[in-house]
């Protein structure tokens, strides 16, 4: 496998086919051009030129790194590449004060065993109240 933390080369339609895929939910490529560009640390994982993995963290250098939209392709779940790619962004985010991240509905425990912890304050606003109130990602007060 081959691990890339910069975005030169990437190509944006095969990221968003696999965010797609992983099922992370439709991203276009124009927008995760943007997103990743942004953020200060990404990570790309390859195997045989095929994109397998991805992740990002949009950090300020100093305070909070936050860890999103980690995605990795079906056929290579399960087998300890989602740890590796959380792992590698933590570590480049390990001079922040604190790191954040949210799960999708289901997934709070493994990000539990990679030392993360449940929020007793985070609070969001979605652009799809909606959606998010269906799919778990935030309760109705």
């Known amino acids: 496998m081959d691990w890339v ?3 030169d080369g990437v190509d944006w339609e095969e990221l968003s086919n696999l965010y797609g895929i992983a099922p992370l939910g439709e991203k276009s490529a124009a927008d995760l ?3 990743f ?8 994982v390859y195997e045989g030129g ?8 949009v950090a300020d250098g100093r305070d909070c790194a936050y860890l999103c939209d980690i995605a990795i392709h079906p056929d290579h779940q399960g087998r300890g590449l989602g740890q590796a790619v959380v792992e590698r962004l933590k570590a480049l985010a390990a001079g922040h004060r604190k790191i954040i991240l949210y799960a999708n509905p289901g997934r709070e425990g493994f990000y539990r065993r990679l030392g993360f912890r449940r929020m007793l304050t985070a609070m969001a606003i979605f652009r799809d109240e909606a959606h998010a109130l269906r799919t778990g990602l935030v309760a109705e007060d």
Not at 37 to 44: E, L
């Open 33 to 35: 051009a943007v997103v």
């Open 37 to 44: 560009t942004n953020s200060m640390f990404k990570c790309f």
């Open 50 to 57: 095929r994109l397998i993995g991805a992740g990002r963290a």
């Open 5 to 7: 933390f910069d975005q």
